[in-house]
Every structure is written in structure tokens, then in C-alpha cells.
């Protein structure tokens, strides 16, 4: 059974740094996109960033130049190094993999 498992949230304050990882129990794991979504309360789940299997990365404007994805195939992990955070980033951030997703792990930015 393929489990995600997301690591990494807390609270941090405004210009913290924090770096998610999603462990993926999957046998190909380099052979697809690994993606980061998040929702924040009361809002709708939006994709922030993706890794292809190749290593692209891509990301939602509002995050771009302050988020960096990548991937550990060897690890069977992606991250996501968030730094320069804001209010607005606070939500549950979710790892998705071929339609399959973790249970999420909360990032508070607060002072």
C-alpha cells in the first residue's frame, strides 16, 4: 500500500524558513511528479509547486522566488524549502503523488 507521509510544518515568524518533506513508500517513485498543494482555513486547496520526473519545478506565482521544490529519488522524498514566509502562507500543506495524498502537516506563520 503506497503511503505519503509529510513532515516538517510548525510555527515560524514572518521571514522564517521552514522545509517540508513527503516520504512516498512507492517502488517508482522517480518516474512521476510529486506535487505540493495547500489550503488555508476557510480557502480552497491550490497547487504551490510540482517536480516532474525529470526534475522541473514549477510554482504558483505567490510563492515563487521564496519556495524551492526537490526531489531525492534515492530517498524516495520531495521537498519544499519555504523561506522568506508571510501571514499568507499559513494553511495545511498536503504532498500529492498519482492521485494519492498525504494527511497534511500544518505551517503557521505568526508573530
Known amino acids: 500500500q503506497v503511503q505519503l507521509v509529510e513532515s516538517g510544518g510548525g510555527l515560524v515568524q514572518p521571514g522564517g524558513s521552514l522545509r517540508l518533506s513527503c516520504l512516498v513508500s512507492?517502488?517508482?517513485?522517480?518516474?512521476?511528479?510529486v506535487n505540493w498543494y495547500r489550503q488555508a482555513p476557510g480557502g480552497q486547496r491550490e497547487l504551490t509547486a510540482y517536480?516532474?520526473?525529470?526534475?522541473?519545478?514549477d510554482y504558483t506565482v505567490s510563492v515563487k522566488g521564496r519556495f524551492t521544490i526537490s526531489r531525492d529519488n534515492a530517498r524516495n522524498t520531495a521537498y519544499l524549502q519555504m523561506n522568506n514566509l508571510k501571514p499568507e502562507d499559513t494553511a495545511v500543506y498536503y504532498c500529492?503523488?498519482?492521485?494519492?495524498w498525504g494527511q497534511g502537516t500544518q505551517v503557521t506563520v505568526s508573530s
Open positions: 500529492s503523488f498519482e492521485n494519492l
Open positions: 512507492v517502488s517508482d517513485f522517480d518516474r512521476y511528479a
Open positions: 517536480i516532474l520526473s525529470d526534475g522541473t519545478p
